[in-house]
């Protein structure tokens, strides 16, 4: 179980989605992938923790009982286990949609102490090896920032990483106002997880150029894990 959750005007829990089997990568569920001799699921609880998250969410689906013990014996015994919890979604084949809706629904119920509507959600994939602590660090004080400027309103923060044009493309993490994260859970629907609800909103989305800090280059395929290096990983920059 988590530690009690700050008492400061905007506490953070993280919602790490690590319900996948990793079919099309074929070497087993992704949360279990070891890039630098840690297991990606332990390395983002991790990350999102020590970015700035008062406890995280771990979301769990394939291999559920193998995934949690790997946490457990990483992180049990320390301050960062205590912030931990686990979540099964039964229903993780149907899409990351339903691993969305559990999630935010878990981390919901986490900061009801803190008041009916307070607190943000910061949302994180498990298969994006290079996104480290820095670069959460980075979105939560973005998105701290503009909920207590009040000429602003709330805002979504979500990391953008530069293209091969050097375009801004909008990725992951996402940092949530906690009832918009609510309302993005409730249109989350197969494959789609917040996308709907941030696709319908554009105009209160902040996206943070983190490409200084990490590629945000997600793990699919076996071709994508070919050169991929935590060279501009944010745990060595921070």
């Not at 989305?205 to 945000?216: E, F, I, Y």
């Given at each position: 179980?988590?530690?009690?959750?700050?008492?400061?005007?905007?506490?953070?829990v993280?919602?790490?989605?690590?319900?996948?089997?990793?079919?099309?990568?074929?070497?087993?569920?992704?949360?279990?992938?070891?890039?630098?001799?840690?297991?990606?699921?332990?390395?983002?609880?991790?990350?999102?923790?020590?970015?700035?998250?008062?406890?995280?969410?771990?979301?769990?689906?394939?291999?559920?009982?193998e995934?949690r013990r790997?946490?457990?014996?990483?992180?049990?015994?320390?301050?960062?286990?205590?912030?931990?919890?686990?979540?099964?979604?039964?229903?993780?084949?149907?899409?990351?949609?339903?691993?969305?809706?559990?999630g935010?629904?878990?981390?919901?119920?986490?900061?009801?102490?803190?008041?009916?509507?307070?607190g943000?959600?910061?949302?994180?994939?498990?298969?994006?090896?290079?996104?480290?602590e820095?670069?959460?660090?980075?979105?939560?004080?973005?998105?701290?920032?503009?909920?207590?400027a009040?000429a602003?309103?709330?805002?979504?923060?979500?990391?953008?990483?530069?293209?091969?044009?050097?375009?801004?493309?909008?990725?992951?993490?996402?940092?949530?106002?906690?009832?918009?994260?609510?309302?993005?859970?409730?249109?989350?629907?197969?494959?789609?997880?917040?996308?709907?609800?941030?696709?319908?909103?554009?105009?209160?989305?902040?996206?943070?150029?983190?490409?200084?800090?990490?590629?945000?280059?997600?793990?699919?395929?076996?071709?994508?894990?070919?050169?991929?290096?935590?060279?501009?990983?944010?745990?060595?920059?921070?």
């Amino acid at each position: 179980m988590p530690a009690g959750l700050s008492s400061g005007a905007a506490p953070v829990v993280g919602v790490l989605l690590a319900a996948g089997a990793g079919r099309r990568l074929g070497r087993g569920p992704k949360a279990l992938l070891s890039v630098d001799g840690t297991p990606q699921v332990v390395r983002m609880a991790r990350a999102l923790l020590r970015g700035g998250c008062d406890a995280v969410v771990v979301v769990l689906g394939a291999s559920d009982e193998e995934v949690r013990r790997i946490l457990d014996g990483a992180l049990t015994g320390t301050p960062e286990g205590r912030r931990v919890r686990t979540v099964v979604n039964a229903d993780w084949e149907s899409g990351m949609g339903s691993s969305f809706r559990l999630g935010i629904e878990s981390a919901d119920r986490l900061l009801a102490p803190s008041g009916p509507s307070s607190g943000l959600v910061a949302v994180a994939l498990v298969d994006q090896p290079d996104v480290g602590e820095a670069v959460v660090r980075r979105l939560l004080a973005t998105a701290t920032a503009s909920t207590t400027a009040q000429a602003i309103g709330p805002r979504v923060t979500a990391a953008g990483y530069p293209d091969a044009q050097g375009r801004l493309v909008r990725s992951h993490p996402l940092v949530f106002p906690r009832p918009w994260a609510r309302e993005a859970a409730a249109l989350a629907a197969g494959d789609a997880a917040g996308r709907v609800w941030l696709r319908s909103h554009p105009e209160v989305v902040d996206v943070v150029d983190v490409g200084q800090l990490a590629t945000g280059r997600d793990v699919d395929t076996p071709r994508d894990l070919d050169g991929l290096s935590r060279g501009t990983e944010a745990d060595v920059r921070a």
